[in-house]
């Protein structure tokens, strides 16, 4: 287990942009990935971005490609994810989720596939 904890949610209005930030305690191994997930009421937890530990290559969700960025900070075991141009249906609880030994992306955007979640943070985009 990889426990995690976000931070940064918010209200913003269309256009603008927030940071979501997870910390992660425990160890981090190299083909282990971070991410990022949203889910509104009704609905699975949909991907939205991942990054491979070792290596830091991307997934992103079409939805958010050229909008979102992931990232992360080895030294310190946290992941962010810059949302910038945001639009009324990014609003969500986002989910910050941790995976061992995913690389292959079919497996990165399967939230079953995840070991740790987050509490979630509420994203709201007004328009």
């Known amino acids: 287990q990889v426990p995690v904890v976000e931070s940064g949610g918010g209200l913003v209005q269309a256009g603008g942009s927030l940071r979501l930030s997870c910390a992660a305690s425990?160890?981090?191994?190299?083909?282990?990935?971070m991410a990022w997930f949203r889910q509104v009421p009704g609905k699975d937890r949909a991907f939205v971005a991942a990054i491979r530990w070792g290596g830091g290559s991307t997934e992103y969700s079409d939805s958010v490609k050229g909008r979102f960025t992931i990232s992360r900070d080895n030294a310190n075991n946290t992941v962010y994810l810059q949302m910038n141009s945001l639009k009324p249906e990014d609003t969500a609880v986002y989910y910050c989720?941790?995976?061992?030994?995913?690389?292959?992306?079919?497996?990165?955007?399967?939230?079953?596939?995840?070991?740790?979640w987050g509490q979630g943070t509420q994203v709201t985009v007004s328009s």
């Open positions: 989720a941790a995976n061992r030994g995913a690389i292959h992306r079919v497996t990165l955007v399967n939230w079953k596939t995840y070991i740790s």
């Open positions: 425990g160890r981090i191994f190299s083909n282990d990935a």
